[in-house]
């Protein structure tokens, strides 16, 4: 359950701030720190920051130690791989 909401959450995030930006763009041309200040000044929402935007693991939500390239967590990444769910991926041994 917390997979989807967490991976829709940031989906979402960026999706605001796209649109955010597309908008200071239509009303006032070129991007810029002018104009994300006029912006804020007329009451323009753009409290949606990328920065604020985390990688987080699509099986618990997890925030920290994310693997990119699985898009798991280390904890969740070791379970499914000791499980062989992970295909191409063995536990190592010498």
């Not at 070129?30 to 912006?39: E, L, M, N, T, V």
């Not at 009451?43 to 390239?69: D, E, M, T, W």
């Not at 798991?72 to 991926?89: A, K, Q, T």
Request: hydrophobic share 30%.
């Amino acid at each position: 359950m917390a997979r989807t909401s967490s991976v829709y959450k940031a989906n979402e995030l960026k999706r605001a701030l796209d649109n955010a930006r597309r908008r200071i763009k239509e009303q006032y041309g070129a991007s810029g720190k002018k104009q994300i200040k006029r912006a804020k000044a007329e009451g323009i929402n753009l409290n949606v920051f990328q920065s604020r935007v985390h990688n987080r693991c699509r099986r618990c939500g997890r925030g920290r130690a994310y693997l990119r390239k699985f898009a798991l967590c280390r904890i969740c990444f070791r379970d499914l791989s000791l499980e062989g769910h992970i295909p191409g991926v063995t536990k190592s041994s010498w």
